[in-house]
């Protein structure tokens, strides 16, 4: 055990004492997981952190150590994690200026492909905008989104208005659970989510979190939806249902100042 995760884990263990009861981690009931025949129900997605350039993985929704951890990318680089190559598993990427580097592994390593997409100052974002299963780039400027559906420099295949121009963090998700990845935006406690990539108004409205939270959505019950997380310092408060409402999980994970993201492990 290394200093970092003993440091992480004291700190876990005061802030247990201290909620007590108060936050039990629920767990989705089975009865609520499809079980019909020729079909699987797809994984959920599990908490990551990354800090200065190493990646720690973990692989349940519960305070304690990385199951997985390795170095990718420099520091000041932007994590993002993603299906690149459409085999279910997550796995690293960083965006350093308009250059993004992606690895289909969660080991040490150099890039599996690299490619310019976007300009240096735009936000990177991941998702998969076409259903197809494999994760690719998008970028927002302002309040423009600019998607593109291939692991490759070229022109974005969709673009579109959404969010304020200033003010709102853009967020990604599946939030009807149609396998299409589109946009929302957090604004102070409000998560507004669309359901197409395309310009309109919000579909679902949620009020979760607070402004000075990070959000971290994903499908934290493995339903095929994606819901609101939010982490603040190092505790993340997981909601299952895009409605408003007190988190479902709640669990310390990482150190205060580490990024969080959401990935899936299968
Ligand atoms: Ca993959
Ligand atoms: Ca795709
Ligand atoms: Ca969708
Ligand atoms: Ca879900």
């Given at each position: 055990m290394n200093s970092r995760w003993l440091r992480a884990l004291t700190a876990v263990a005061a802030s247990l004492a201290l909620v007590g009861l108060a936050s039990p981690a629920s767990s989705q009931p089975a009865s609520m997981i499809s079980s019909s025949p020729g079909t699987v129900a797809p994984s959920s997605d599990n908490p990551a952190v990354v800090d200065d350039g190493v990646w720690y993985l973990r692989t349940s929704k519960s305070t304690g150590m990385p199951q997985t951890q390795f170095r990718y990318g420099n520091p000041g680089d932007a994590p993002r994690m993603g299906d690149w190559d459409g085999d279910g598993l997550d796995t690293p990427g960083v965006v350093r200026g308009n250059t993004w580097y992606l690895r289909n592994s969660n080991t040490t390593g150099v890039a599996d492909a690299s490619f310019t997409y976007g300009n240096v100052g735009d936000l990177p974002v991941v998702g998969d905008w076409d259903g197809d299963g494999i994760d690719t780039p998008g970028v927002v400027r302002g309040n423009t989104w600019y998607l593109r559906n291939s692991n490759t420099t070229g022109v974005a295949d969709i673009v579109f208005t959404y969010g304020h121009f200033w003010g709102d963090v853009p967020v990604i998700g599946d939030w009807d659970g149609d396998g299409v990845d589109t946009p929302g935006v957090g604004r102070g406690d409000m998560w507004h989510l669309r359901n197409?990539?395309?310009?309109?108004?919000?579909d679902i409205q949620v009020n979760y979190g607070n402004y000075m939270d990070v959000p971290v959505p994903g499908d934290w019950d493995g339903d095929g939806i994606d819901t609101p997380g939010v982490v603040r310092a190092n505790t993340w408060y997981l909601r299952?249902?895009?409605?408003?409402?007190?988190?479902d999980i709640t669990f310390t994970y990482g150190n205060t100042g580490d990024i969080p993201l959401s990935w899936q492990g299968d």
């Open positions: 197409s990539n395309s310009t309109g108004v919000a299952n249902s895009n409605t408003t409402g007190v988190a």
